[in-house]
C-alpha cells in the first residue's frame, strides 16, 4: 500500500529557510509524477509544486523564485527547499503523486506543519 511520511517541518521567522522531506513507500515509482501540496486553516488544499520522473519541476505563482522541488529516485525521497519564507506560507504540507488518468490522488500522509511567524 502506497505510503507517504512528511518530516521537517516546524517554526521559523518571516525570512528564514526549512527543508521538508517525504518518504514514499509502497508503489510509487521513480516516473510518478510527484508533488508538494499544502492546507491553510480554513482554506481548500492548493498545489505548491510538482516534478516529473525526469526532474522537471513547476510552481505556484505564489512560491515561484523561493522554493524548490527535488527528488532522490534512488532513496525515493521527495524534497521541498523553502527559502524566504512568509507568515502565508504557514500550512500543513503534503506530498502525492497523483494519478495522471483519470486524474486523482492517492492516500494522504500525516503532513507536516509549518508556522512562519512574522
Known amino acids: 500500500q502506497v505510503q507517504f511520511v512528511e518530516s521537517g517541518g516546524g517554526l521559523v521567522q518571516a525570512g528564514g529557510s526549512l527543508r521538508l522531506s517525504c518518504a514514499a513507500s509502497g508503489g510509487i515509482s521513480n516516473m510518478n509524477v510527484m508533488g508538494w501540496y499544502r492546507q491553510a486553516p480554513g482554506k481548500q488544499r492548493e498545489l505548491v509544486a510538482i516534478i516529473t520522473g525526469g526532474g522537471r519541476s513547476t510552481y505556484a505563482e505564489s512560491v515561484k523564485g523561493r522554493f524548490t522541488i527535488s527528488r532522490d529516485n534512488v532513496k525515493r525521497t521527495l524534497y521541498l527547499q523553502m527559502d524566504s519564507l512568509k507568515p502565508e506560507d504557514t500550512a500543513v504540507y503534503y506530498c502525492?503523486?497523483?494519478?495522471?488518468?483519470?486524474?486523482?490522488?492517492?492516500?494522504w500522509g500525516q503532513g507536516t506543519q509549518v508556522t512562519v511567524s512574522s
Open positions: 502525492n503523486a497523483p494519478y495522471a488518468d483519470p486524474f486523482g490522488f492517492r492516500p
